[in-house]
């Protein structure tokens, strides 16, 4: 990555719904995006800008009449959903010094993927429960930022439970895989260590086991971005929050440093 790239920075409010209406075979597994941008203002995006796609930081590498092209590698498709195909995308530009952070920050980098439980009305609202592979478990937390397919959101509710019961064995094979561990996740390294459930109790190493958040969608969000067509099932990617990562670190190394005087 360029150093360019390294320091994009996004907040999670999606700017537009656009769409990827082309895939093309771009060398060895790789793939290029022709994405009709929507409602996103392209007026002041240059080749090599960063815009976040499904909340994946992407390089725009060509302009075109009302969107943008971009080259996705294999690696990223792997370890992304919603990158693969044609079909409705959240749009983001990379944030300015002086933005305002409506959300929070993030960085465009997805963590891992995570699978719907659960999508249901509530009032006017809508209930999203999402369950996620336990090496992202520790960075989930009550009141916590997290963010989905490049929404920020707030975690309502956190709960581990066994996979057999929190899994519906007609999902497809690739969301159980997520949740069994075989699916793609780059948080494990320095993740916090014996998780607990809602009340506190560990679970033993033997059984298998994934967490389960909560988030509260309000009106608006369900209707400016793509979380309105989730459904049971379906893969979402994932961000945690940057702080969490950092202080999982710090938790790590802290007993493998010196003291210091």
Not at 57 to 72: H, I, L, P, R, S
Not at 162 to 174: G, I, Q, R, Y
Request: glycine share 12%.
């Amino acid at each position: 990555l360029s150093k360019r790239r390294k320091q994009t920075m996004f907040t999670g409010i999606v700017a537009a719904i656009g769409s990827i209406r082309q895939v093309s075979p771009l060398g060895e597994d790789g793939v290029r995006l022709d994405v009709a941008a929507g409602e996103l203002d392209m007026s002041d995006v240059a080749i090599g800008d960063s815009i976040a796609i499904q909340g994946a930081c992407m390089t725009v590498v060509e302009k075109t009449a009302d969107g943008f092209a971009v080259d996705v590698s294999a690696e990223s498709l792997r370890r992304t959903t919603g990158l693969a195909g044609t079909g409705p995308v959240n749009l983001e530009k990379a944030m300015r010094l002086s933005d305002r952070v409506g959300g929070h920050l993030v960085s465009g980098h997805v963590d891992g993927l995570g699978v719907v439980r659960r999508f249901e009305p509530v009032g006017e609202s809508h209930l999203l429960e999402i369950l996620a592979p336990q090496a992202l478990a520790g960075f989930l937390v009550y009141k916590g930022s997290i963010t989905v397919d490049g929404v920020s959101l707030t975690v309502n509710h956190v709960e581990d439970l066994p996979l057999a019961k929190a899994v519906d064995p007609a999902w497809p094979e690739a969301a159980r895989a997520v949740l069994a561990g075989r699916g793609p996740s780059v948080a494990s390294a320095g993740a916090p260590g014996t998780a607990t459930g809602a009340h506190g109790g560990a679970h033993a190493e033997s059984e298998p086991w994934c967490c389960a958040f909560q988030i509260n969608l309000i009106p608006h969000t369900v209707a400016q971005t793509t979380l309105k067509h989730q459904a049971p099932g379906r893969l979402v990617n994932l961000e945690i929050d940057t702080v969490a990562r950092y202080l999982a670190r710090m938790q790590e190394v802290a007993g493998k440093l010196p003291a210091q005087n």
